[in-house]
C-alpha cells in the first residue's frame, strides 16, 4: 500500500521547508514520493523552492481548489486514485488555506482507496515564535490543524536544544517548558507573557522558555475548542533545528501516527480567516518592487497583511513582521506574488500590483 503523511502547517511556519528535508530523506531511503498540494499560486513557488529535489523519485502534483468543500473532496479523490498507478510509495498532502482534517481521513477511507493508501503521519508545523494574539479564527484553524497531530514540528527556534533539561534553579519553567505542560490558567498565562531569558547568556533557559510559550498558546486553543488533548514536550513535539535533523528524527516522525480526537467544529468563513490573493506576471525594476511590498505590508487600510512571499522582477521575496527578504533569482521562474493576510481589501491590496492577473 502507498504510504500517505498529511503535513499542515500555521501561517508562514516553514511547511515548504521541512517538506523538502522530509521528502529528500525519503528519497535518499529508496522511497518513491509525491508532494500533492491544493494551492495553484503556492505549487508555482514550490516547483522553485524544490527544483533541485524534484526528478523521478520526487513529483509535485496539484488538486484545484473552488467551488466549496464537496467539490475540492471529489478532486482530492480522482487525483488520488490517478496517482495510485504510477507508482509512488509515499504520498505527502500538503494543504493550504481553510482545510477540514476529517475530509483527509473519510476520502481515504472510502473504496477503493482504503486498498490502495494507509495514513502514515499527521505533522503539524509550527512557529516558536507563535503570536499570542491571533485573532479567534486564527486560533480556531490552529487548534484544528494541531488537535490530531501525531508530533508537533516546532520551527525558527531560536538556539540548539536537543534534549529538554530540567533547571533546578526554576522548577516552574520544567513545568511549563520541559516535563510537565502546565494545565491552570493562571500558569499558560504566566507562560504566554513571561519575557524570554537572554539568548546569548543563557541559551538553553531561553530555549525553553519559548517552547513553554508556544505549549501554552497551542494548549490553550484545545481548550478553546473544548478538546481534552493537551501537548507536552518532549512527548508531543519535536524542537529541533532543522538543520541539526537526523535519521533518528526523521525516523521518529515517519512513525509518528495520528490522533483521533474530538472538538467543537465551528464554520469559519474564508474572510473571517487567512486569505491569500494571487497576483501573476506583475513585473517592476527590483527596487520599486521592495517600496511596493515593504509599503503594502504597513497600508491598514489593505487589511491585516501578515506574509507577501513569491517571485517577481528578478527577486525572490518573503515578507513577515519578523523578516524581511529579498533575494535575486538563482534561476528564472514565472513571477507570482501571493499576500496572505486577513480581512484583506482586494481592491487595495491589486492597487500594489497595477498590470498583474489575479487568481
Not at 127 to 139: G, T, V
Not at 148 to 176: C, F, M, Q, W, Y
Not at 234 to 250: R, Y
Not at 257 to 262: E, N, P
Amino acid at each position: 500500500m502507498i504510504t500517505i503523511d498529511l503535513i499542515t502547517g500555521f501561517l508562514g511556519s516553514g511547511k515548504t521547508t521541512f517538506i523538502e528535508k522530509y521528502a529528500r530523506w525519503l528519497v535518499a531511503k529508496g522511497e518513491r514520493v509525491c508532494i500533492l498540494e491544493n494551492d495553484y499560486g503556492a505549487i508555482n513557488i514550490d516547483r522553485v523552492l524544490l527544483q533541485d529535489l524534484l526528478g523521478p523519485n520526487c513529483e509535485l502534483e496539484m488538486v484545484v481548489g473552488g467551488d466549496g468543500a464537496v467539490a475540492h473532496q471529489r478532486r482530492f479523490r480522482t487525483k488520488l486514485i490517478s496517482m495510485a498507478m504510477l507508482g509512488y510509495t509515499r504520498v505527502l498532502v500538503e494543504p493550504s488555506g481553510i482545510y477540514d482534517i476529517d475530509e483527509f481521513f473519510d476520502t481515504l477511507y472510502e473504496e477503493p482507496l482504503d486498498r490502495w493508501y494507509e495514513v502514515g503521519s499527521v505533522l503539524t508545523i509550527v512557529d516558536a515564535q507563535l503570536d499570542p494574539d491571533l485573532s479567534p479564527a486564527s486560533r480556531y484553524l490552529l487548534a484544528s490543524e494541531a488537535a490530531g497531530a501525531g508530533k508537533i514540528i516546532l520551527s525558527k527556534l531560536p538556539v540548539t536544544l536537543s534534549t529538554p533539561k530540567h533547571d533546578k534553579a526554576r522548577p516552574e519553567a520544567n513545568r511549563t517548558a520541559g516535563i510537565d505542560t502546565g494545565r491552570r490558567n493562571d500558569r499558560r498565562q504566566r507562560a504566554m507573557t513571561a519575557p524570554v531569558d537572554n539568548i546569548d547568556q543563557h541559551p538553553e533557559r531561553a530555549q525553553n522558555d519559548v517552547i513553554a510559550q508556544t505549549l501554552a498558546i497551542l494548549n490553550q486553543v484545545m481548550e478553546e475548542v473544548q478538546c481534552a488533548r493537551r501537548f507536552a514536550y518532549p512527548a508531543d513535539v519535536l524542537a529541533k533545528p532543522w538543520d541539526q535533523l537526523e535519521d533518528s528524527d526523521f525516523q521518529m516522525l515517519e512513525a509518528a501516527g495520528y490522533r483521533h480526537v474530538s472538538f467543537l467544529k465551528k464554520a469559519v468563513a474564508e474572510e473571517d480567516a487567512y486569505q491569500s490573493l494571487f497576483y501573476m506576471h506583475y513585473e517592476t525594476t527590483p527596487e520599486d518592487l521592495q517600496a511596493r511590498v515593504l509599503k503594502l505590508f504597513a497600508d491598514p487600510a489593505a487589511g491585516h497583511v501578515l506574509r507577501i512571499k513569491g517571485f517577481s522582477s528578478g527577486l525572490e521575496l518573503n515578507v513577515t513582521k519578523d523578516e524581511r527578504h529579498f533575494r535575486p533569482l538563482s534561476v528564472p521562474t514565472e513571477d507570482v506574488i501571493i499576500v496572505i493576510g486577513e480581512g484583506l481589501r482586494k481592491d487595495i491590496v491589486a492597487g500594489y500590483f497595477p498590470g498583474a492577473v489575479t487568481i
